[in-house]
């Protein structure tokens, strides 16, 4: 269990990722550094649609990326309203959760290490082009080398700044999937899949719209205790004074 010092440490090293990131928005030409973050985030996005198929009885035949940081994966069977929703709640989720567990900076090796693991075997088993492969064995084997030969401040800092990443960018493609199931929904994306398994009686914006609200909950409670964990417990509150009475009866007693 972390305690509140590193909480509070753990706490700064998320607003210097956050700070750099919203940096980055503003440098001319800073985002061909941040390209490859995007398709990381869309390999996880497509990951997300995978473990979905896998987790219902589906079947997975392989996961494209393409250099317009967009992406397919090619199931069969599973539960088709889950496997299309996950793309994005799974983004948010992965993002949400790496900033709850990265409140210990013990837990920064761990979470760079599961996730290389996780992006390597999904690369070997469902990799199903160049820039999928480049994309999951570059991360794969990078995030498993810093957990394992960076030190740990280096690490906590690296996955910080990945779980920004990741939220921020899931935000940013919901925005554009909004845009798309308003005004031209013909084109084919998650929603559109959604609307089309319904039999269209729901259309695509309001799955976006669920979607986003999801997101935005998730990302709200996220912060709701992560906030909480920063403020001082009862047993803070209550323990100097103890350790002020525990003085008071020691310098009362005479030595011998």
């Given at each position: 269990m972390q305690t509140q010092v590193e909480t509070r440490e753990?706490?700064?090293?998320?607003?210097?990722?956050?700070?750099?990131?919203?940096?980055?928005?503003?440098?001319?030409?800073?985002?061909?550094?941040?390209?490859?973050?995007?398709?990381?985030?869309?390999?996880?996005?497509?990951?997300?649609?995978?473990?979905?198929?896998?987790?219902t009885s589906g079947g997975v035949r392989a996961i494209t990326l393409d250099w317009n940081e967009s992406g397919l994966t090619y199931t069969q069977g599973g539960w088709r309203l889950l496997i299309s929703s996950a793309g994005y709640l799974s983004t948010t989720a992965y993002g949400a959760g790496l900033l709850l567990l990265l409140r210990s900076a013990r837990h920064a090796r761990l979470a760079a290490i599961g996730t290389g693991v996780l992006l390597?075997?999904?690369?070997?088993?469902?990799?199903?082009?160049?820039?999928?492969w480049l994309v999951g064995l570059l991360f794969g084997a990078g995030l498993v080398a810093a957990g394992v030969k960076l030190?740990?401040?280096?690490?906590?800092?690296?996955?910080?700044?990945?779980?920004?990443?990741?939220?921020?960018?899931?935000?940013?493609?919901?925005?554009?999937?909004?845009?798309?199931?308003?005004?031209?929904?013909?084109?084919?994306?998650?929603?559109?899949?959604?609307?089309?398994a319904t039999g269209g009686w729901i259309p695509p914006i309001v799955w976006?719209?669920?979607?986003?609200?999801?997101?935005?909950?998730?990302?709200?409670?996220?912060?709701?205790?992560?906030?909480?964990?920063?403020?001082?417990g009862p047993d803070a509150l209550t323990s100097a004074p103890s350790v002020l009475l525990a003085d008071k009866v020691m310098s009362s007693n005479p030595r011998v």
């Amino acid at each position: 269990m972390q305690t509140q010092v590193e909480t509070r440490e753990s706490f700064k090293l998320l607003l210097f990722a956050s700070l750099l990131t919203l940096v980055l928005w503003f440098i001319p030409f800073a985002s061909i550094l941040t390209y490859p973050l995007r398709l990381f985030v869309t390999f996880l996005h497509e990951a997300g649609h995978a473990l979905a198929a896998l987790a219902t009885s589906g079947g997975v035949r392989a996961i494209t990326l393409d250099w317009n940081e967009s992406g397919l994966t090619y199931t069969q069977g599973g539960w088709r309203l889950l496997i299309s929703s996950a793309g994005y709640l799974s983004t948010t989720a992965y993002g949400a959760g790496l900033l709850l567990l990265l409140r210990s900076a013990r837990h920064a090796r761990l979470a760079a290490i599961g996730t290389g693991v996780l992006l390597l075997g999904i690369t070997a088993l469902f990799g199903g082009n160049l820039l999928a492969w480049l994309v999951g064995l570059l991360f794969g084997a990078g995030l498993v080398a810093a957990g394992v030969k960076l030190k740990p401040s280096i690490v906590h800092f690296v996955m910080s700044f990945l779980a920004v990443q990741c939220l921020l960018n899931a935000f940013y493609h919901l925005r554009a999937l909004l845009y798309l199931s308003a005004f031209d929904p013909s084109i084919p994306t998650d929603a559109r899949n959604m609307s089309d398994a319904t039999g269209g009686w729901i259309p695509p914006i309001v799955w976006a719209f669920g979607w986003s609200l999801f997101s935005a909950v998730v990302v709200t409670g996220t912060l709701v205790v992560y906030y909480r964990s920063l403020r001082p417990g009862p047993d803070a509150l209550t323990s100097a004074p103890s350790v002020l009475l525990a003085d008071k009866v020691m310098s009362s007693n005479p030595r011998v």
